[in-house]
């Protein structure tokens, strides 16, 4: 493509004022505004509340720890900074793909007589918004935490935006030049093997990084060989060459009354001259790697997969069998999809490590009581994990048919039918997780047979009721316009959903607490077996009952919710 003219150049407000004003107006236009701003003010109140409270006790801790207590605080900081890091940098590259190669908007900007660089530095502030305003919201209660614990001034507040700043710059920077190379570099397979690509190696990332942090370590120091050591490793920097550790330093030393002025200056620098160097980038590759970007894959017609899918659905009727390969089809169609699968196996490893590394045994033998407890309340958390993954992969399942849903609604295809097979197609899959996690946490536990068989029964419960909230929501609260599919889960009506699953796995818990308490403990010597028969089996039929209402009511509002649509 040719240069655009430098006379009567769009600025970079004019090419961000269209996404505000669409926000904006879609904001006003909704009717429950006021009732979402509320429940949304609600829910991020709490848990900012809950993550300043843990970061605050946490640091009262550290500080009351004579000669090692700021050296913890800054280790914690750091580790905290390195997560945000971590996360950014990856969702920077998945996100750059729709900003910057695959937004509907970007054929009228790519002709118009724009300035190269404005475009990108606008495309880059997009991008950093979709990416980042979760990072932002969990810093503010971390960094407020700090300074209130240090009884900081006005001026570590006003350091510390001066520091989120550069910090979000970086790794969006990276990102989208991450993004730019390897649209160059695949333009035949387009995205599906880009993201491929960057989700294997943001899994070995993630993998690598946790194992050559060893958090753990920390909270032995029994393990080092005296006291020297331990604080070797805490004065040691986490990542000396990463902006993590310039934040988490800068910050520190302003708490500690020194105020370095080195990190900040380190961390802008580093900031601008990336930014350069992406300007630079883009205007001199972004033109080839639209274009190819836009070139379309070459097609498989999967047919072991047909085969297979045949073979499992030979007596199901023939429109089951068509909705269900059509599900299976848009799923591995849509490459931000299924290239997850490959971070999702790494998050649940991670999960099942961590199971292990539990501090239970201190060189006593734990009890039987204890690990047993501790393996009931790990329904807790994994049943947490499935709702998290049906956020991702069951709740968009509706708006994904976009604006083709007039035509199955137009059509004679009855709508439970549809409902049905977007409520298989994602519970088997959720069923295969499911399972052997609740089954390896356990097994590692060294659970007893009782507390397996009851979790493994329930985890199953769990994740029917899972799908059908997700699926339930979904329908009630469709998102049909948005261009990006990571951005359904974060709506309103997924944050309802996780709201909702997390009252539902709440009240499936307690239901079973007190009963699976009373059995562990007359098994441990602590109380008489017969008294134990009546709570186990009113405690699991309450949480049968909660389970099948969870199943049941949401798959009926959502079949209601789609059958009033206009066909």
Known sequence: ???????????????????????????????????????????????????????????????????????????????????????????????????????????????????????????????????????????????????????????????????????????????????????????????????????????????????????????????????????????????????????????????????????????????????????????????????????????????????????????????????VAKEIRVFFRDTTQWSQLILLGVLVAVYVYNITVLPLHTGERVSFFLINVVSFLNLGLAGFVIAAIAARFVFPAMSLEGRMLWLLRSSPLDVRTLFWAKYWVGTVPLLVIALPLIVLTDVVLKASPFVLALTTVTMIGVTFAVTALALGFGALYPNFETENVAEIPTSFGGLLFMMAAVMYLGGVVTLEAWPVYLVVASRAGRGEAHATVLPLVLGIAAAAALTALATALPLRAGVRRVSSLEA
């Not at 004019?14 to 949304?40: C, M, Q, V």
């Open 1 to 323: 493509m040719s240069h655009r003219a430098a006379i009567g150049r769009p600025g970079l407000f004019w090419l961000l004022r269209p996404k505000i004003r669409t926000r904006l107006n879609r904001a006003r236009s909704d009717e429950g505004r006021f009732f979402k701003a509320g429940l949304l003010g609600f829910v991020g109140l709490f848990f900012w509340a809950l993550i300043f409270t843990v970061i605050f006790r946490m640091l009262l801790y550290f500080r009351s720890t004579q000669g090692i207590g700021d050296l913890l605080a800054g280790k914690l900081l750091g580790l905290a900074f390195l997560t945000f890091l971590m996360i950014l940098v990856l969702s920077n590259v998945i996100t750059a793909l729709s900003t910057f190669f695959l937004a509907d908007d970007l054929e009228l900007i790519v002709a118009a007589p724009v300035d190269p660089v404005k475009v990108y530095a606008a495309r880059l502030v997009e991008t950093i918004v979709d990416s980042s305003w979760m990072v932002v919201l969990l810093s503010v209660p971390l960094l407020a935490a700090y300074g209130i614990v240090y009884a900081a001034s006005w001026r570590f507040y006003a350091l510390a935006v001066g520091t989120v700043i550069p910090f979000l710059v970086v790794p969006a920077v990276l990102g989208t030049a991450t993004t730019l190379v390897l649209v160059n570099v695949f333009p035949a397979r387009r995205t599906r093997d880009l993201l491929a690509l960057v989700a294997l190696f943001g899994a070995a990332g993630v993998v690598a990084l946790f194992r050559l942090l060893r958090p753990e370590r920390l909270m032995r120091p029994e393990e080092f060989r005296s006291l020297v050591d331990f604080v070797t490793v805490l004065r040691t920097p986490t990542s000396p060459w990463l902006p993590s550790e310039w934040a988490a330093e800068g910050l520190m030393s302003c708490l500690n009354g020194a105020c370095e002025a080195f990190p900040f200056l380190f961390l802008w620098s580093t900031a601008a001259a990336l930014f350069v160097l992406g300007a630079w980038l883009h205007a001199l590759r972004f033109d080839s790697g639209f274009n190819r970007a836009q070139e379309g894959s070459e097609r498989r017609e999967g047919r072991v997969r047909s085969r297979w899918l045949d073979r499992l659905l030979a007596k199901a009727r023939p429109t089951t069998r068509v909705l």
